[in-house]
C-alpha cells in the first residue's frame, strides 16, 4: 500500500510539474506571436516610410538637377551677353 501511494503521489506531482511547464510554454508561445505581430506592424511602417523618403529624395535631387541646368544656361546666356568665348567653369 505505501508503495502504491508514493509511487501515486509521485505521478501526481510529475503531471502537476508537467502542467506548470505547459502553461509556461503557452505563455511563451504568445509572447512570441504578439512580438512578432508588433515586428511586422513596425517593418511595415518602416518600409512605407523609406519609400516616402525614397520619393523625397528622388524629388529633391531633380529639383536640383533642375537647378543646375538653370544655372549652366544663365551662365552661357551671362558669357554670350559678355562676349566672352568658350571658358571652363
Request: hydrophobic fraction near 40%.
Amino acid at each position: 500500500m505505501k508503495g502504491e501511494m508514493k509511487r501515486e503521489l509521485s505521478l501526481r506531482g510529475v503531471s502537476e510539474k508537467i502542467r506548470g511547464i505547459e502553461g509556461e510554454l503557452v505563455s511563451t508561445l504568445k509572447n512570441l506571436r504578439e512580438k512578432l505581430k508588433t515586428l511586422e506592424t513596425e517593418r511595415a511602417n518602416l518600409l512605407l516610410e523609406i519609400d516616402e523618403l525614397k520619393k523625397m529624395a528622388e524629388a529633391r535631387a531633380s529639383a536640383l538637377e533642375s537647378e543646375i541646368s538653370m544655372l549652366h544656361e544663365e551662365v552661357k546666356s551671362l558669357k554670350q551677353l559678355l562676349g566672352v568665348g568658350d571658358l571652363a567653369t
